[in-house]
């Protein structure tokens, strides 16, 4: 397997770094002491030419792609990231803050285009991607920390490195842990090197950030995905009957497991409070139920946000922010970009087990879960950008460089337009 940097590439990476908003942020707070609002002169010029890079990769790679039909999961994602992104552009009509809500919904088309962009790559680039986003955050975060521990260091010495606050560093520290076990599993003894030391730096950093979030998401994301491999496995050894009923079996622990952890922390200070907000935002919700309240705007708005609770500036989920900022006509696309994601990061590892598919998959699950209890969708996340690229994907995309999980180090190409053979696979951890 050779890492080929090529300009897109790049090129996604960078945009989608962009997306973590962090170090535009400090750069904007701390560098030029300003504000480091959206609106803010140091601000905005990074997300719009990481929207404009997006909407740029998409349509450089129109003519390879525009003659390719379309599976039906890839023509209902288009239309619902479309629906989407054309639905809170449509909301300034009627948002509490029309003019944030303009140029906000603007950058949400770009960031659609950049997630068709990256989902038109192949696995192995997108695993690339991945990987150089999280090294570039961790990294950066870790010398800041030990340069500058005034600015690297949040309340009660937390570690947000060039981020705001610890979670939004504890998630890009366990998005590293996976990009780094992916990479630890390539041939070459530098890159495995590099990985290694990438999955050491990213598990400290996640220590450090002190994010229970992001630790519960990871280890049930490393959990669920690597189920389909150890039935594989299982399969391969002891035949497809004891496949299935031992990966049933198990399936059940982790279902007991999740169950009894939920009933264990359902009453934990942060979870509950978290409901609370849930409650106080089913109050604004159900005020405008159909289109919301504009996208992107409600936090905004001192008089709707009195109560303390909701001077924390997001609903803590997702879908329940979807709902207050477009209501029923965001929700819907929401939900079937959400279902579509799971969908085919799960078929592609199930029917091509390797490395990069593992990844895929393994950050697709993280990446859900976070949505659970933080609002991802805001924020010109990168979060949101993956989570539509996943969606758009499909489940039957070729790749051009699947590692073989077997006991030698062979890699297999797959020819434009074919399927793949099964590949048996051992679990990567």
């Avoid at 909407?55 to 989407?84: K, Y």
């Avoid at 919700?285 to 609770?309: C, M």
Wanted: net charge positive; glycine share 8%.
């Amino acid at each position: 397997m050779n890492i080929r940097w090529t300009a897109p590439i790049v090129a996604a990476a960078a945009a989608v770094l962009v997306f973590t908003n962090g170090p535009v942020l400090l750069f904007s707070k701390s560098v030029l002491d300003r504000t480091g609002r959206w609106e803010d002169l140091a601000v905005w010029p990074f997300l719009v030419a990481a929207a404009v890079t997006g909407a740029a990769l998409a349509a450089w790679d129109f003519p390879r792609w525009r003659h390719r039909r379309l599976e039906a999961s890839e023509l209902i994602a288009a239309t619902a990231v479309g629906w989407f992104a054309l639905g809170a552009l449509a909301s300034t009509m009627w948002s509490v803050d029309a003019g944030a809500t303009a140029w906000r919904s603007c950058i949400y088309v770009g960031m659609a285009l950049l997630a068709w962009a990256i989902a038109r790559l192949d696995a192995h680039e997108v695993s690339i991607i991945v990987g150089l986003v999280a090294a570039a955050a961790v990294g950066a975060s870790l010398l800041l920390i030990v340069l500058r521990p005034d600015l690297g260091l949040g309340p009660n010495d937390y570690w947000q490195g060039v981020y705001t606050n610890r979670n939004s560093l504890a998630p890009l520290a366990a998005i590293g842990v996976l990009a780094g076990l992916r990479f630890a599993m390539a041939p070459g003894r530098v890159l495995r090197s590099a990985a290694a030391g990438l999955a050491l730096a990213s598990t400290a950093t996640l220590i450090g950030a002190g994010s229970r979030t992001a630790w519960v998401s990871l280890i049930a994301a490393l959990t669920v995905s690597s189920l389909p491999l150890i039935h594989h496995r299982i399969e391969r050894r002891r035949g497809s009957r004891r496949a299935a009923h031992l990966t049933w079996v198990a399936a059940g622990v982790t279902a007991v497991t999740a169950g009894a952890f939920l009933a264990a922390v359902w009453n934990v200070s942060t979870f509950s409070q978290r409901r609370e907000i849930w409650a106080l935002v089913w109050d604004r919700i159900v005020q405008r139920p159909l289109l919301g309240h504009g996208f992107f705007t409600f936090w905004d708005i001192e008089e709707l946000t009195q109560h303390v609770l909701l001077r924390r500036g997001s609903a803590h989920n997702s879908l329940v922010e979807v709902g207050l900022g477009l209501g029923l006509l965001g929700a819907i696309p929401f939900v079937a970009i959400v279902v579509l994601a799971a969908r085919n990061a799960g078929l592609e590892l199930w029917r091509r087990p390797g490395p990069d598919s593992w990844m895929w998959a393994a950050l697709v699950a993280f990446l859900l879960l976070e949505n659970v209890t933080e609002s991802f969708v805001l924020w010109f996340s990168y979060n949101w950008v993956l989570l539509m690229a996943a969606a758009l994907r499909g489940s039957g995309l070729p790749t051009t460089a699947t590692k073989v999980l077997t006991n030698g180090d062979r890699s297999e190409s797959t020819p434009p337009n074919t399927t793949p053979p099964r590949i048996q696979a051992r679990p990567p951890l």
